[in-house]
């Protein structure tokens, strides 16, 4: 089993700047990050409210509910930024739109003067909304409409949070990435037993099958899907 370590990440801000470059003259407010390994959830979470010292935007605080006061006696980026470095350091992480969330993770490094000013030196990324414009060409394939599509329950998320959506979007990768979501539940019957009940109601006959073969758009699909994961160090084979 893959035991490399993946982390699940999140962030909201005070808003985004309408250009190419979101980041601009906004700040986080809040950080979420979950863990996996050996595709499994470990509890081992980092989250963490922080101050901005700047407003919020109206139309922000309509996405995720969190208000300026609630912010007042939150630490600030400086006060929790070895800490978060640690948590994710030679990891792998997984975001989804990542150009998003790294440009406001590295502006506050920049900010800090950090001598470390981009991620990306000492994580690898996944960007899942990437991977889902190669699962789905053509497809809305925000978080709300992938976890829709894959029928993840999200009827808690009545706002965004950073560590509600980071879980969600662990949730996702897996089953993006050929996981069973189910097999990682405790509440959810043993891969063993669901073998046996498998096994008692197959019916081995002597009747031929039909062969289905692949068209050549699904052909083609299939490589894309593929080299994106070899370029993403997403295989498990050589």
Not at 64 to 72: A, E, Q, R, S, V
Not at 178 to 184: A, D, K, L, T
Request: charge should be positive.
């Amino acid at each position: 089993m893959n035991k490399k370590r993946i982390i699940i990440l999140d962030t909201e801000t005070t808003g985004i700047n309408k250009t190419n470059l979101p980041h601009i003259n906004h700040r986080i407010i809040e950080i979420g990050a979950v863990e996996i390994i050996g595709r499994r959830f470990t509890g081992n979470n980092f989250h963490v409210y922080i101050q901005p010292n700047r407003l919020i935007e109206s139309g922000a605080l309509k996405v995720h509910g969190i208000t300026n006061d609630f912010l007042l006696d939150k630490p600030f980026f400086k006060d929790i930024a070895d800490q978060f470095l640690k948590y994710i350091n030679k990891s792998t992480l997984v975001i989804h739109n990542a150009a998003f969330d790294l440009g406001f993770i590295n502006q506050e490094l920049s900010i800090l003067n950090k001598k470390i000013k981009n991620i990306n030196t000492f994580c690898s990324i996944i960007d899942t909304l990437k991977l889902a414009r190669v699962l789905f060409p053509g497809k809305k394939n925000t978080l709300d409409a992938l976890c829709k599509r894959y029928k993840i329950n999200k009827s808690h998320r009545k706002l965004h949070s950073a560590m509600v959506d980071a879980y969600l979007l662990g949730k996702l990768y897996l089953l993006m990435t050929g996981g069973q979501e189910s097999f990682f539940s405790s509440d959810i019957i043993s891969l063993k037993k669901q073998s046996q009940k498998l096994k008692k109601n197959i019916k081995i006959t002597n009747s031929s099958l039909r062969i289905l073969y692949s068209t050549p758009k699904e052909v083609d699909l299939h490589k894309k899907y593929l080299q994106y994961m070899k370029d993403n160090s997403m295989c498990l084979w050589h």
